[in-house]
Each structure stands twice: as C-alpha cells, then as structure tokens.
C-alpha cells in the first residue's frame, strides 16, 4: 500500500499525471465501429487568447463531459483547435509594428502575412498550454487551426460553392466602418457606449428665400455630404415645406425636402438632414427617393475631396471647424446638450464611422429556413430552453451577411475580377484567363473574409470536410456544443445553416450555454476595469482542481455566477478534506496490499451505519449521472461535496474508527475502501488530479482512474427506511452534543445518556446504533427506556428529538447552583444593556435624526441580546432553575 503524504501538493501531482495520461493516449480517440463514438469539437480560442475565466469555465466544463463519456465507455473524441482570429491576430502584429515605427503598408502584403506567421509560432500556442495546465482531456494530436491547409480548402470549397450557387452577391452597403483597422466589421463587433454629447440645431435656407427649415443632428461633420433634408409625412408643421429644395449651408448645394415614414417627428426639430453614404437609415432613405451618394469621410477617418475646403482634416478637427462657420453665418440656432450611444470597435475603441462601400455579401433567406426548421423540429435543442427563442428572433429577422473584410490576415477571397469585362470568377485555384472574355487582366480581391465565415465550418472541417472521411460519417453529427451566450449569432447560427447546407445535417444534437462569470459585485470581468480574476493565478496559488470544482460547482443553468478568489480557496480545503480522508482510510488498509480477502465487504455484517453509507452512495451516483447528463453540473458537484465532507467525513469515518478495533476490521476496511474508491471515481470528471493520486494508492484495477468505468447507481442498495433510522440515530448524536453545550460540559468528558422513546422500533433502532452513539457523543452508560425516570427537579437536561427524548443527568457534571448563580448575573447585565437600547431605540428623535447605519447597528445589538436572554433562560429552566 502506498503511503500518502502528509500534505497535499497539487502542483507536483498535477503536472506527474498530465503527462502520464498523455504518454498513455488516452485523450486520443479513434474511429471504431464496434464501440458507440461521442465527440465535441470546442469552440476554437483566438490564437491572440490567454485564458480567462469565461474559458476557464467553457474548457472545464468540455472535460468534465469528456472524461465522463469516456468512463462511461463511450469513444471520446474532444477536438481542439484555435481560430486566426482576422482582426484580433492583425492588430497585435500590428502594434508591435507600430513599436519599430512601421505600418503593415510598409511591408507590403506578402511580407507582413510572414510577420503575422512567426508571431503565431511564437505566440500561438499560449492558450493551448494553459489549457492543458487546466487538465483538458482534448485529443491534441489532432489539433486544428482555422488556416491550417485542410481548412483553407474547406473554406475555399464552402466559399466556392455558394458562389456558384449564387448566393454570394457584390453590394454596396453602409457598413461600420474602423477607421484604425482599416476594416469594414459586422453589427455584432461593435459595442455601444452612452457619451455625453451635444445635438446642434442648423438652419437650412430654402432657394426661393422663404426662410428655412432647422434640423438637429449630433454629427455636423456629415453635413457636407447631406444629399436632402426629410420630414414625416404625418407631420402637419412640414407639410407645406414637402417638395421644396433647400441650400445646404458651406457646400451651397441645392438639396431636396423629401417626406419619409422612417422620420421620428419627435426627434429635435422633426426634420432631419440626410447622409445617404454615412448612415445605414439614410442609406434606406436615400435609396427610396433615388438620392445621390457623397462620401465626405474616407477610410482614414479624414474628410474626402468631396468635402470642399474641409479635406483632408480629421472628421472631429473638420466638426469643430463646421460648426464655427455655422455660428458666424448665423446658421446655428443652437447647441443642447445631448447623451446618446455611440458605436466603438469592439477590438480597438475607435468610434465607428459608418461608411459607404462596396462589399461582398451571403444572401441568407434561403439558408436560414432549414436552420430554423432544425430548431423548431427539436433536431438541434437550446440547453437552457429559452436561448430557442433569441435564436430563432434572430433568424428569422436575419439580414444579409457582409463577409469580406478589408484585412490582411485571414481566409483571402477566392474571386478574380476581370478587368476588361468585369467578370467575378470564384475558384480554389489561380485563375488566368476570364472565363467570359478571354482576357489576361485579372486580378483577385484584395479583402479577406470574415473570421467567422471559416468557424461556420468548424464542426466538419475539422472531422475532413469537404473529403468524405471515416472521422466524418462516425463522429459527425457532434454531440453538444458549448459556448457563451454572446456568440449564438455571430457562430452558432451560422454553424447550422452551413452544415445543413453542405452536408445536408445538423452539426450537433445540443447546444449548451453556460453561465456567464461575473465578479462578486455582479459586474462583468475586465481586465482593463481591473473587476476580473486571473484563472492562471488561480492555478497557481490554488491548483487546477480547486479552480475546476469552483467553476463547476456554481455552473447552474444559465445564471449569471458570481466569482472570486475566495471561492476557489474553499475548493482547495474541500480538496484537504478528501485529502485527510483518504489518509485515515489508507492508514487503515496498510495489510490490504495484496488480493487478500480480509478486506471486503462482509454482506452478514452490514449494520445500519453501512447500510446507510451505501444508499447515500448509490443515490449520489444517480445524482451525478443526471446532473452531468442534463448539464446540471453544480448539482452534480455540491451533491459529492456534501457526500464526502458532512456524510463520508463526519458521520461514516468516524463511526467506523471504533470499529477498526474490533473483529469487524476486514470488513469495515472493505466499506471504506469501496466508498472511497467508488468516490473518487465519481469526483474524477471534476477534480481529475487529486482523484488519480488517491486512487492509485488505493488497492484498485487498472492503469488509471482515467479509464475506469464511471460508477452506476445500484438501486438496490437505495434503502429510505434505512436513512431515515440513520437520521434518527444522528439527530440523536446532535441533540446530545447541543446539551453538552448548553451546560458547558468540557469536550473530553463522558457522560451518561437516557434515550426514551414509547415506540418499540425507536429504541430498537437506538439499541443497535448505541455503539455508534457512544463514540460520537462521548457516551459514558447509555441507557434506552420506554419512560422518562422519576427524577427530582434539577437532576437532567432534556432535548426533545422526533419520537424520542434525550436526556443527560447533570450530577457530577456540573455544580447545579454554582451554574444557576453565573446565569442569574449574566442575565442581569444582559438585561441592563437590554433595556439601554430598547430605551434609545423607542426614542424617536434618535430613530428619524441618527444615520441610518447606526440606527442600524443600535437593532442588531438589540436582537443579539435578545437572542442571548431566550438561551440563557432556557439554560435555566435545564437546570431546574
Ligand atoms: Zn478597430
Ligand atoms: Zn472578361
């Protein structure tokens, strides 16, 4: 029998099991048809990522599933990959150009793709390695990469395919525009920030010189590309104005007063100005009343040419400028203050610009209704429920998707233009000649696709698609997918319309959404606000099992968790616990080394205590196997937590010491080893580490906790007679403990205990559990009795049980009126400072005009000493007093 240290270090015994594990294979699955296969590929990490504590609970969760399936028997397969990440990854090589003075146009395209390369293989593989410090069973041989030659295949294929299809179109289309990236990014990377502002409100002459109409705006820069002024046509104050042309101020350009629905009369004045190449809505309008488009702001965040004397400045330079002619020509009426919510770069903090361009599209009505079909069909199910319903909002009002970015990095796509006839080409191969005219003068698209437009192809990529692999049709569908709420849009959606599309299936049966990690306080965690918590320093300080069951533990359906440091510092002393167990129970197996069958379990010795242990035992099996089945992992996790610490630990073990000592000793060393064993394979998925190191010093079969079967409920062993006597039996313990306490008998001290009950079956019950009693209760004569005894005022202290009394003689134990005498004086200072407070507390002046908190604290003191009184009188009346 190994001896287990004194201490436990997690730190030592993490790192020796990883890699024993992976020496051995066992997170790498293979395809086999004569076993059933399950498989999950992960939501790939940025290659920019370092792990997180959103991760840290996403990955965590991935493992407890998989070691789970796996020692349930199931062909696991975990695949693991990154994701390049386009604007993410760009932007750090980016900066650390920026550090050597250096623009990526410096370099020139080919030779910043190989800076981006190298600063991949040199800091690409963070995550993975924190990952792995995690514990992460994920089958790393066979790692992806969103870039890697089989997936920019598949990415050409998908992309070449629905070319051909003709669902990708070239459109023109105001787009939030970066102007830091240099990119073009979806609705869903920008974050919108409430900033305090200002609406100016500006006079626009008519040309016939009737007056003008006044519009408000909180862009003033975008005026010089207004193309009309727009009202409500409901609108009865602009009626008269519908048709007229007015002089835009600066540009002096003769523009339309045009009347649209879209208009909200009660914004400022109720007729806007309208920007048809820098506003989505304006956009709209424009193209209703056939408007012409001026981009007054370029790429750069700087005016254009077609901003008259103003190019060339910055947008807000340009703004200050504007709004100080305004107010010298006498166009400004005036400034209000003004708070609005104003789009940011999700990755950089720029504030957005939207902008007109051209961009190539995904045309989506045909590709969503399969997808909402497979969800409302129940083939794909929302884990919890109510994410069905945002999914499928979100689909059925789908927009077209703009999948080019004018990036560098990423998925380049695959269309040549044909500069002579203007012939888009889509193809996996370089194309030379256009296919409709025969000329050389072809050039491919400069922009790169949207990141995600590679991730929705991440459940069959990685399994070989577009080959038909033997990974392919045995893994595929996965099982469940799991992730973050944020991303059911920009990934989970597009996931399923791509596989039902090129594959004609689901890409998995589940989705589950996991909790989102917010600190104490309920606020979100950010690095930059300094409200997170670092899961790596967490590792450190406390090790991966304490972090894992942390996580675990408060990963209920979907609520937000609150987190911080403390938590996982209470993780690690349920870790010492386990820890202190399993010592006391290998101690005692020291002659149980070889296949010696002293230590079983001996079925005619099985008393109440054992009977009891395993019923627990099997019903926490039950528990477990359903919590991690339906994805209610923290009932799982606190259902073994309060198994081990309050039943195993407090009650079982320590009836078991005595036993030790008796003939009973094989078999008492049969249960405890059964439990335990039966135990930490349980904990396993949770806490892998700790799990393995205890049982492989425990007598056990096989190579590892890893690959030993997951333990099934017997349901045989599940006795609720048997429990509820335990709990008879333990409320027993309990009640005499507390009267011990209340009459302040010092903890080494035996003591004589009556147990009396009228029913038969109790004190049957108490006689068998007596020894037990005994030995928890420090017991000197315990005696069972149908009556209570005669017995002269002050001579017991009684407690009140169901269907049973417990009552403790005091002679001997304690000086009757010595006792009496020191409660009567405590009562009496008790009763001073009692009615101090009462007295200030039914003062009204002190009540309306003191701070509340000490008003406050003047109650809680109150309802101490209240509290204090009942147990001191109720200590007296024990006594006779
Ligand atoms: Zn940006
Ligand atoms: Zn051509």
């Given at each position: 029998?190994?001896k287990?240290?004194k201490?436990y270090?997690?730190?030592?015994?993490?790192?020796?099991w990883?890699?024993?594990?992976?020496?051995?294979?066992?997170?790498?699955?293979?395809?086999?048809?004569s076993?059933?296969?399950?498989?999950?590929?992960?939501?790939?990490?940025?290659v920019?990522?370092?792990?997180h504590?959103?991760?840290?609970?996403?990955?965590?969760?991935?493992?407890?599933?998989?070691?789970?399936?796996?020692?349930?028997?199931?062909?696991?397969?975990?695949l693991?990959?990154?994701?390049?990440?386009?604007?993410?990854?760009?932007?750090?090589?980016?900066?650390?150009l920026a550090?050597?003075?250096?623009?990526?146009?410096?370099?020139?395209?080919?030779?910043?793709?190989?800076?981006?390369?190298?600063?991949?293989?040199?800091y690409?593989?963070?995550?993975?390695?924190?990952?792995?410090r995690?514990?992460?069973?994920?089958?790393?041989?066979?790692?992806?990469f969103?870039?890697?030659?089989?997936?920019?295949?598949?990415?050409?294929?998908?992309?070449?395919?629905?070319?051909?299809?003709?669902?990708?179109?070239?459109?023109?289309?105001?787009?939030?525009?970066?102007?830091?990236?240099?990119?073009?990014?979806?609705?869903?990377?920008?974050?919108?920030?409430?900033?305090?502002?200002?609406?100016?409100?500006?006079?626009?002459?008519?040309?016939?010189?009737?007056g003008?109409?006044?519009?408000?705006?909180?862009?003033?820069?975008t005026m010089?590309?207004?193309?009309?002024?727009?009202?409500?046509?409901?609108?009865?104050r602009?009626?008269?104005?519908?048709?007229?042309t007015?002089?835009?101020p600066?540009?002096?350009?003769?523009?339309?007063?045009?009347?649209?629905?879209?208009?909200?009369p009660?914004?400022?004045?109720?007729?806007?100005?309208?920007?048809?190449?820098h506003?989505?809505?304006?956009?709209?309008?424009?193209?209703?009343h056939?408007?012409?488009?001026?981009?007054?702001?370029?790429p750069?965040g700087k005016?254009?040419?077609?901003?008259?004397?103003?190019?060339?400045?910055?947008?807000?330079?340009a703004?200050?400028?504007?709004v100080?002619?305004?107010?010298?020509?006498?166009l400004?009426?005036k400034?209000?203050?003004?708070?609005?919510?104003?789009?940011?770069?999700?990755?950089?903090?720029?504030?957005?610009?939207?902008?007109?361009?051209?961009?190539?599209?995904?045309e989506?009505?045909?590709?969503?209704?399969?997808?909402?079909?497979?969800?409302?069909?129940?083939?794909?199910?929302?884990?919890?429920?109510?994410?069905?319903?945002?999914?499928?909002?979100?689909?059925?009002?789908?927009?077209?998707?703009?999948i080019?970015?004018?990036?560098?990095w990423?998925?380049?796509?695959?269309?040549?233009?044909?500069?002579?006839?203007?012939?888009?080409t889509?193809?996996?191969?370089?194309?030379?000649t256009?296919?409709?005219?025969?000329?050389?003068?072809?050039?491919?698209?400069?922009?790169?696709?949207?990141?995600?437009?590679?991730?929705a192809?991440?459940?069959?990529?990685?399994?070989?698609?577009?080959?038909?692999?033997?990974?392919?049709?045995y893994?595929?569908?996965t099982?469940?997918?799991?992730?973050?709420?944020?991303?059911?849009?920009?990934?989970?959606?597009?996931?399923?319309?791509?596989?039902?599309?090129?594959?004609n299936?689901?890409?998995?049966?589940?989705?589950?959404?996991?909790?989102?990690?917010?600190?104490?306080?309920?606020?979100?965690?950010?690095?930059s606000?300094?409200?997170?918590?670092?899961?790596?320093?967490?590792?450190?300080?406390?090790?991966s099992?304490?972090?894992?069951?942390?996580?675990?533990?408060?990963?209920?359906?979907?609520?937000?968790?609150?987190?911080?440091?403390?938590?996982?510092?209470?993780?690690?002393?349920?870790?010492?616990?386990?820890?202190?167990?399993?010592?006391?129970?290998?101690?005692?197996?020291?002659?149980?080394?070889t296949?010696?069958?002293?230590?079983?379990?001996?079925?005619?010795?099985?008393?109440?205590?054992?009977?009891?242990?395993?019923?627990?035992?099997?019903k926490?099996?039950?528990?477990?196997?359903?919590?991690?089945?339906?994805?209610?992992?923290?009932?799982?996790?606190?259902?073994?937590?309060?198994?081990?610490?309050?039943?195993?630990?407090?009650?079982?073990?320590?009836?078991?010491?005595?036993?030790?000592?008796?003939?009973?000793?094989?078999?008492?060393?049969?249960?405890?080893?059964?439990?335990?064993?039966?135990?930490?394979?349980?904990?396993?998925?949770?806490?892998p580490?700790?799990?393995?190191?205890?049982?492989?010093?425990?007598?056990?079969?096989?190579?590892?906790?890893?690959?030993?079967?997951?333990?099934?409920?017997?349901?045989?062993?599940?006795?609720?007679?048997?429990?509820?006597?335990?709990?008879?039996?333990?409320e027993a313990?309990?009640?005499?403990?507390n009267?011990?306490?209340?009459?302040?008998?010092?903890?080494?001290?035996?003591?004589?205990?009556?147990?009396?009950?009228?029913t038969?079956?109790?004190?049957?019950l108490?006689?068998?559990?007596?020894?037990?009693?005994?030995?928890l209760?420090?017991?000197?004569?315990?005696?069972?009795?149908?009556?209570a005894?005669?017995?002269?005022?002050?001579?017991?202290?009684?407690?009140?049980?169901?269907?049973?009394?417990?009552?403790?003689?005091?002679?001997?134990?304690?000086?009757?009126?010595?006792?009496?005498?020191?409660?009567?004086?405590?009562?009496?200072?008790?009763n001073?400072?009692l009615a101090?407070?009462?007295?200030?507390?039914?003062?009204e002046?002190?009540t309306?005009?003191?701070?509340?908190e000490?008003?406050?604290?003047?109650?809680?003191?109150?309802?101490e000493?209240?509290d204090?009184?009942?147990?001191l009188e109720?200590?007296?009346?024990?006594?006779?007093?």
């Amino acid at each position: 029998m190994e001896k287990l240290p004194k201490v436990y270090d997690p730190f030592q015994v993490e790192d020796k099991w990883y890699n024993y594990w992976l020496e051995k294979g066992y997170f790498h699955a293979e395809v086999d048809r004569s076993r059933e296969g399950y498989c999950i590929t992960i939501p790939p990490p940025n290659v920019t990522g370092s792990l997180h504590i959103g991760h840290a609970l996403c990955y965590t969760i991935h493992d407890v599933i998989a070691r789970w399936q796996r020692m349930r028997g199931l062909n696991t397969l975990i695949l693991p990959g990154t994701d390049h990440a386009g604007i993410a990854t760009q932007n750090k090589v980016e900066q650390q150009l920026a550090e050597e003075g250096l623009t990526r146009f410096d370099l020139g395209r080919e030779k910043f793709l190989e800076r981006v390369w190298q600063w991949k293989e040199h800091y690409g593989g963070t995550i993975i390695k924190q990952l792995k410090r995690l514990g992460c069973s994920f089958d790393w041989e066979r790692e992806r990469f969103t870039m890697d030659e089989g997936y920019a295949n598949a990415v050409l294929e998908a992309f070449v395919q629905m070319f051909n299809k003709g669902y990708i179109y070239r459109g023109a289309r105001v787009v939030n525009w970066c102007p830091r990236c240099h990119t073009g990014i979806s609705d869903l990377e920008v974050e919108y920030e409430e900033q305090h502002s200002y609406l100016w409100f500006i006079k626009y002459p008519f040309a016939d010189g009737s007056g003008y109409v006044e519009v408000a705006t909180t862009r003033p820069e975008t005026m010089l590309g207004d193309t009309a002024v727009a009202v409500n046509p409901e609108d009865k104050r602009y009626m008269e104005y519908i048709g007229k042309t007015a002089i835009l101020p600066i540009m002096e350009r003769e523009i339309p007063i045009v009347d649209d629905s879209f208009v909200d009369p009660s914004f400022g004045t109720g007729a806007v100005k309208v920007t048809p190449a820098h506003d989505p809505n304006d956009y709209e309008i424009g193209q209703r009343h056939n408007l012409p488009q001026i981009i007054v702001i370029g790429p750069e965040g700087k005016m254009t040419d077609e901003a008259g004397k103003y190019a060339g400045l910055d947008r807000y330079e340009a703004r200050k400028k504007i709004v100080e002619e305004l107010k010298e020509k006498g166009l400004l009426s005036k400034i209000e203050d003004y708070t609005h919510s104003v789009g940011t770069c999700s990755r950089c903090d720029t504030v957005i610009e939207p902008l007109l361009s051209e961009q190539w599209f995904v045309e989506m009505k045909k590709l969503a209704q399969p997808a909402i079909d497979a969800v409302k069909e129940n083939k794909v199910r929302f884990i919890p429920d109510r994410y069905t319903r945002i999914y499928l909002d979100w689909m059925e009002n789908i927009k077209d998707w703009c999948i080019s970015r004018q990036l560098w990095w990423g998925h380049r796509i695959p269309i040549w233009k044909c500069l002579d006839c203007g012939e888009y080409t889509a193809s996996k191969t370089v194309v030379e000649t256009c296919g409709k005219c025969g000329s050389k003068n072809v050039e491919q698209d400069p922009d790169v696709l949207d990141t995600w437009f590679s991730s929705a192809l991440w459940p069959f990529a990685t399994l070989g698609w577009p080959e038909d692999t033997p990974e392919l049709s045995y893994f595929y569908p996965t099982d469940v997918l799991i992730t973050a709420r944020d991303i059911i849009y920009l990934w989970v959606a597009r996931m399923i319309f791509q596989s039902l599309e090129f594959l004609n299936e689901i890409p998995f049966f589940d989705v589950y959404i996991y909790a989102t990690v917010l600190n104490e306080e309920g606020r979100r965690m950010s690095k930059s606000l300094g409200t997170g918590v670092d899961p790596l320093d967490l590792i450190e300080r406390f090790g991966s099992d304490a972090l894992r069951y942390a996580l675990i533990q408060q990963a209920g359906m979907g609520q937000d968790m609150r987190f911080s440091d403390s938590r996982v510092e209470n993780t690690r002393n349920f870790g010492n616990k386990i820890w202190n167990i399993s010592r006391f129970v290998l101690m005692n197996l020291k002659e149980c080394d070889t296949q010696d069958t002293q230590c079983t379990i001996d079925q005619s010795k099985l008393n109440l205590e054992d009977k009891w242990i395993l019923s627990r035992l099997n019903k926490v099996i039950q528990t477990v196997n359903n919590g991690l089945g339906k994805y209610d992992m923290d009932d799982a996790a606190r259902s073994l937590y309060e198994f081990l610490w309050s039943e195993f630990a407090d009650w079982y073990v320590e009836l078991a010491k005595p036993r030790l000592r008796t003939d009973e000793r094989g078999h008492v060393q049969g249960m405890l080893r059964h439990v335990l064993e039966t135990s930490m394979r349980l904990l396993h998925p949770i806490m892998p580490f700790i799990t393995e190191e205890i049982w492989q010093a425990l007598p056990h079969e096989g190579e590892s906790i890893m690959v030993a079967p997951f333990p099934e409920a017997d349901e045989s062993l599940i006795d609720e007679a048997v429990e509820s006597q335990m709990g008879a039996v333990m409320e027993a313990v309990r009640l005499v403990r507390n009267l011990r306490a209340e009459v302040n008998v010092t903890p080494g001290k035996r003591v004589n205990v009556v147990i009396v009950s009228e029913t038969s079956e109790m004190r049957e019950l108490f006689s068998t559990g007596a020894e037990g009693i005994k030995s928890l209760a420090r017991v000197e004569k315990l005696e069972i009795a149908s009556k209570a005894p005669e017995a002269a005022k002050g001579q017991y202290v009684a407690s009140h049980g169901v269907g049973f009394d417990v009552l403790i003689p005091v002679a001997g134990l304690v000086d009757v009126d010595k006792e009496l005498a020191r409660i009567d004086s405590e009562l009496a200072s008790i009763n001073k400072e009692l009615a101090r407070v009462t007295g200030k507390l039914s003062n009204e002046q002190f009540t309306s005009k003191a701070p509340a908190e000490i008003v406050e604290k003047e109650r809680r003191i109150q309802s101490e000493l209240l509290d204090k009184k009942t147990k001191l009188e109720e200590r007296k009346k024990a006594l006779g007093g």
